[in-house]
């Protein structure tokens, strides 16, 4: 801790004290109360600073446990991440960032990027029918998750392994 630094926020606390209540002066009691507080202030501006480089970047001692977090490495063969400390931090950077669950039709075709397969095609299925009775369920288990996923040949990738740990729901893959 620098004592320069220490006097500026001393001085900034005596500042603010209210004039007329409290003598200003440097030779108070008052003043090496405030001078005993900046220090503590100090402390916790350094140790604030210490903590917020750790959060705004992936710290080499939790890298495993950042990776456990984002489901890394990714699964079904994809081996383009390095092991250096380097190539894994941009990994879970580019998880953080784009994700690699399925939330929508941009992330269905990045997977499919990701693994160089060609996704033709995405059919939803409308969970409803239209000759049922009034008392039919609508949004049944049997229809709600249907897609068909329509993907160009060849197949390079696993499909049962990414289907299983990436694909959400009963998904159909048709192979054109």
């Known amino acids: 801790m620098s004592n320069h630094e220490t006097k ?3 001085d900034v606390l005596m500042h603010h004290l209210p004039y007329g209540a409290y003598d ?3 030779k108070t009691v008052i003043y090496k109360d405030i001078v005993a507080h900046s220090k503590a202030l100090e402390l916790v501006k350094v140790s604030s600073a210490r903590i917020f480089a750790v959060l705004n970047g992936i ?3 939790l890298i495993d446990e950042f990776e456990r977090a984002y489901g890394l490495p990714l699964l079904c063969g994809q081996s383009d991440v390095g092991n250096t400390i380097d190539d894994r931090r941009a990994e879970i950077e580019r998880v953080k960032r784009e994700g690699h669950v399925l939330l929508n039709l941009a992330g269905l075709h990045k997977l499919f990027e990701r693994y160089n397969q060609t ?3 995405v059919q939803t299925y409308v969970p409803m ?6 008392v039919d369920p609508l949004n049944t288990a049997r ?3 249907r897609v068909t996923l329509t993907l160009a ?3 390079k990738a696993d499909m049962s392994c990414l289907s299983k740990n990436y694909l959400p729901a009963s998904l159909r ?3 054109k």
């Open 173 to 175: 893959l048709d192979i």
């Open 129 to 134: 029918q239209c000759l049922g009775s009034c």
């Open 119 to 121: 996704l033709l095609a």
């Open 143 to 145: 229809l709600r998750f």
């Open 153 to 155: 040949k060849p197949i």
């Open 59 to 61: 710290p080499d001692e």
């Open 8 to 10: 500026k926020i001393a």
């Open 24 to 26: 200003h002066s440097h």
